[in-house]
C-alpha cells in the first residue's frame, strides 16, 4: 500500500492550493481517508476526513475554507485550500484509515510521505 501526495507549494494569503493523494495496493472506496498536517514543533492534526460513505468531517479551523474530496473510480483523494492563512503552514500527510477515533493518528494504518505548503503573510 502507498499513498502518494502533491500539491503543495508557497502561496500568499488569501490564496488557494489543491492538494492530491494517490492511492495504489488497496482500493480506496473500502476505507476512510483523511488528510492531517503537522506545523513545525505541533502535533500531527486531522484537517479533513471522508469516509467510505461520502460523508466528510472538517477541523474547526478549516471549516467553510477546505473542501475533501475522493474519487474512488481513480483511487484519489484531494484537499482543496481556500482563504489559506498563515496558520495553514505546515506538511500535509494524506492517510488512510484501520479503526477507530478518526483523531487519533494511531487509527491511520497508511500514511502518504507529505507535502509542504507555505502561506506567506
Known amino acids: 500500500v502507498q499513498l502518494q501526495a502533491s500539491g503543495g507549494g508557497l502561496v500568499q494569503a488569501g490564496g488557494s492550493l489543491r492538494l492530491s493523494c494517490v492511492a495504489s495496493g488497496y482500493n480506496i472506496r473500502i476505507n476512510a481517508i483523511g488528510w492531517y498536517r503537522q506545523a513545525p514543533g505541533q502535533q500531527r492534526e486531522l484537517v479533513a476526513v471522508?469516509?467510505?460513505?461520502?460523508?466528510?468531517d472538517y477541523a474547526d479551523s478549516v471549516k467553510g475554507r477546505f473542501t475533501i474530496s475522493r474519487d474512488n473510480a481513480k483511487n484519489t483523494a484531494s484537499l482543496q485550500m481556500n482563504s489559506l492563512r498563515p496558520e495553514d503552514t505546515a506538511v500535509y500527510y494524506c492517510?488512510?484509515?484501520?479503526?477507530?477515533?478518526?483523531?487519533?493518528?494511531?487509527?491511520?494504518?497508511?500514511w502518504g510521505q507529505g507535502t509542504l505548503v507555505t502561506v506567506s503573510s
Open positions: 471522508a469516509n467510505s460513505g461520502g460523508m466528510t
Open positions: 492517510a488512510s484509515y484501520g479503526s477507530g477515533n478518526y483523531f487519533s493518528t494511531l487509527s491511520w494504518n497508511y
